[in-house]
């Protein structure tokens, strides 16, 4: 359950903004995170294809996760959408290893964890 949050409207953004931190505070990540179902990643087996690529431009998300042979519970890398630019469709490049030669990070928290 979220919370609303009120701001007064003499509130100027520049107030708004200076003072986002406290505002933040209030937040747990749960407020603020995309349900992994609804997430889209691919599987480490998958090769970026012309079909694979649309598929992911066409997602809306910056970030894929990359999940493991176990399921979309074994998050084993990431890729940035910006960074395909870098790859050649016709190489069909395999996801893993695309996600390893970059080695991108990512930290798990918890859903209640503060903002």
């Given at each position: 359950?979220?919370?609303?949050?009120?701001?007064?409207?003499?509130?100027?953004?520049?107030?708004?903004?200076?003072?986002s931190?406290?505002?933040?505070?209030?937040?747990?990540?749960?407020d603020v995170m995309?349900?992994?179902?609804e997430v889209f990643m691919l599987p480490w087996n998958a090769t970026l294809s012309f079909k694979l690529l649309r598929e992911?431009?066409?997602?809306?998300?910056?970030?894929i996760p990359v999940h493991g042979p176990s399921g979309r519970d074994?998050?084993?890398?990431?890729?940035?959408v910006k960074d395909l630019i870098?790859?050649?469709?016709?190489d069909e490049t395999p996801v893993k290893r695309f996600a390893e030669i970059l080695?991108?990070?990512f930290e798990v928290v918890d859903d209640d964890a503060q903002v």
């Open positions: 359950m979220s919370t609303a949050l009120v701001v007064p409207a003499s509130m100027s953004w520049h107030e708004l903004y200076r003072n931190h406290i505002l933040l505070s209030w937040l747990k990540v749960a995309t349900e992994a179902s992911i431009f066409y997602s809306g998300f910056s970030r074994e998050i084993i890398g990431l890729i940035f870098f790859v050649d469709p016709e080695g991108r990070t």
